[in-house]
């Protein structure tokens, strides 16, 4: 729910991805209306403009500040409107297509009080019995299973952190790129001096919907773009593109060691070996792409 209040807290920012069915920010507002009252909040969700879904938010959603823009933009250019609007001490930034659970502000709570900047927190496999689910998930969040420990992390999920509003005044904006990439906000913000702190009791679910092979060129998009923002020598770039399989065959085991932490995670993981090792290839010869070549002129 909304709060207007001096001591608000925590703004809730989330933006609408149009390829997304409507159904899944509903089930995402439905999951914000249901938190706890642990730390004072408001929900801002910005989209696209839309009359039909501007009256569904009056009847339905009135606690929820709708921002609409005339397109929206693909990367970070939701956020930074956000932002701009957000009250709130800590911004909690979202995606669409998850949901939150009741306890989240609870433990919030109990995180920042430890005084980090910048905490993340798990995410849990929305809908467990999709094969193709299951590798979307393990590429995506395999860094932030529910099973793993708390404790200080390189990177965070996109679809679940927040950091105090003075760290987005001192970094600046978030990459209003085709992605977001915010694996390189947060190298940003750790150059900076800030540490990143994941903590899996603040938990969300992550629902994948995509085709495979849709999902596998995202992927490949991805892997460009991400390896030609890197700003590597050339040197450098040839090494990656020549170790490329290696790189890939690392990752797989990366997953692995994340996986080992819970038994249902691991079984999954060996059930979707060969889609998962398919997918891996070709999301490293996106980065190849981008080493090689630059980010796609698309």
Same mark, same amino acid.
């Given at each position: 729910?909304?709060?207007?209040?001096?001591?608000?807290?925590?703004?809730?920012?989330?933006?609408?991805?149009?390829?997304?069915?409507?159904?899944?920010?509903?089930?995402?507002?439905?999951?914000?209306?249901?938190?706890?009252?642990?730390?004072?909040?408001?929900?801002?969700?910005? %989209?696209?403009?839309?009359?039909?879904?501007?009256?569904?938010?009056?009847?339905?959603?009135?606690?929820?500040?709708?921002?609409?823009?005339?397109?929206?933009?693909?990367?970070?250019?939701?956020?930074?409107?956000?932002?701009?609007?957000?009250?709130?001490?800590?911004?909690?930034?979202?995606?669409?297509?998850?949901?939150?659970?009741?306890?989240?502000?609870?433990?919030?709570?109990? $995180?920042?009080?430890?005084?980090?900047?910048?905490?993340?927190?798990?995410? %849990?496999?929305?809908?467990?019995?999709?094969?193709?689910?299951?590798?979307?998930?393990?590429?995506?969040?395999?860094?932030?299973?529910?099973?793993?420990?708390?404790?200080?992390?390189?990177?965070?999920?996109?679809?679940?952190?927040?950091?105090?509003?003075?760290?987005?005044?001192?970094?600046?904006?978030?990459?209003?790129?085709?992605?977001?990439?915010?694996?390189?906000?947060?190298?940003? %913000?750790?150059?900076?001096?800030?540490?990143?702190?994941?903590?899996?009791?603040?938990?969300?679910?992550?629902?994948?919907?995509?085709?495979?092979?849709?999902?596998?060129?995202?992927?490949?998009?991805?892997?460009?773009?991400? %390896?030609?923002?890197?700003?590597?020598?050339?040197?450098?770039?040839?090494?990656?593109?020549?170790?490329?399989?290696?790189?890939?065959?690392?990752?797989?085991?990366?997953?692995?060691?994340?996986?080992?932490?819970?038994?249902?995670?691991?079984?999954?993981?060996?059930?979707?070996?060969?889609?998962?090792?398919?997918?891996?290839?070709?999301?490293?010869?996106?980065?190849?792409?981008?080493?090689?070549?630059? $980010?796609?002129?698309?």
């Amino acid at each position: 729910m909304t709060r207007e209040t001096n001591t608000l807290q925590v703004s809730i920012i989330v933006g609408v991805n149009e390829e997304e069915r409507p159904e899944l920010l509903f089930n995402f507002l439905e999951s914000v209306r249901g938190l706890e009252d642990e730390l004072p909040h408001e929900t801002i969700v910005i %989209a696209q403009k839309d009359t039909q879904r501007e009256r569904i938010f009056q009847i339905k959603y009135p606690w929820v500040r709708l921002i609409q823009a005339e397109e929206m933009v693909p990367g970070g250019y939701f956020r930074n409107i956000g932002v701009r609007h957000a009250s709130g001490k800590f911004l909690a930034f979202f995606e669409d297509h998850v949901i939150i659970h009741a306890d989240y502000l609870k433990h919030l709570a109990t $995180a920042l009080e430890r005084g980090y900047d910048i905490v993340g927190g798990s995410v %849990a496999n929305g809908n467990p019995e999709s094969m193709s689910g299951w590798v979307q998930y393990f590429c995506e969040y395999h860094k932030w299973l529910p099973c793993l420990k708390r404790g200080l992390l390189d990177d965070l999920p996109g679809s679940n952190f927040v950091c105090r509003r003075q760290v987005l005044q001192k970094l600046g904006a978030f990459s209003e790129e085709r992605f977001k990439l915010e694996s390189h906000f947060f190298t940003k %913000a750790k150059k900076n001096g800030y540490t990143l702190f994941f903590e899996p009791d603040i938990r969300t679910s992550h629902f994948n919907e995509k085709r495979a092979m849709f999902f596998s060129k995202k992927r490949f998009q991805y892997g460009r773009l991400y %390896a030609a923002r890197r700003g590597f020598s050339l040197p450098k770039r040839l090494l990656y593109t020549c170790l490329s399989p290696l790189i890939a065959m690392l990752e797989y085991l990366r997953i692995l060691n994340h996986a080992k932490c819970g038994k249902t995670y691991l079984k999954k993981f060996f059930l979707c070996t060969p889609q998962l090792l398919f997918t891996l290839i070709i999301w490293m010869g996106g980065e190849c792409m981008g080493y090689l070549f630059g $980010a796609d002129a698309e």
